[in-house]
């Protein structure tokens, strides 16, 4: 499948945020609208239980109690399966949902599906990306080719400014 070289270049802040209706880590469905009037930070990342997402889902869970008391939802999404979200989910105490996009259209619809290189080879994937989507459901921080270390601090300090 072909995509448009990087499509979220042209998300930005103050764009409506793509909807989306996804199944979910423990047998649930999660969409964009119903959550509507709820902050929410979306967080995309390439796969379960490897080193850097497993630091990522790991630093989410432990600052969810955070995220919480400013009103603001948390979800992670990669293209792996719900069975393996929920084995991942298990086998590192996980708190934050963890949304499966099996077919890809939502990290398409994002723009986190594309190019990636590693050890001087290209493969198509998803670029670790962070997004914070205001209560009326437009995008008001974006994150692009997330480092993991102090990520979760950074987007915690963006929530409190956004005043949730």
Not at 112 to 132: C, D, N, P, S
Request: charged share 25%; glycine share 10%.
């Amino acid at each position: 499948m072909t995509v448009p070289a990087n499509k979220a270049a042209t998300l930005s802040v103050g764009d409506t945020a793509p909807e989306f209706s996804l199944p979910a880590s423990g047998g649930q469905t999660v969409c964009l609208s119903r959550l509507k009037g709820v902050p929410v930070v979306l967080f995309f990342y390439p796969r379960d239980d490897t080193s850097g997402c497993t630091k990522e889902a790991v630093g989410f869970t432990t600052a969810l109690p955070e995220f919480e008391a400013a009103g603001v939802t948390v979800l992670g999404c990669s293209k792996d399966t719900v069975a393996k979200h929920d084995k991942f989910v298990a086998k590192h105490d996980l708190r934050v949902p963890l949304l499966s996009d099996a077919d890809g259209s939502t990290c398409e619809d994002y723009g986190v599906w594309a190019e990636k290189q590693m050890y001087g080879k290209t493969h198509m994937g998803i670029v670790r990306t962070t997004f914070l989507i205001d209560a009326e459901g437009r995008i008001a921080q974006v994150w692009r080719k997330v480092k993991v270390p102090g990520h979760v601090d950074t987007v915690l300090d963006a929530v409190r400014q956004l005043g949730a």
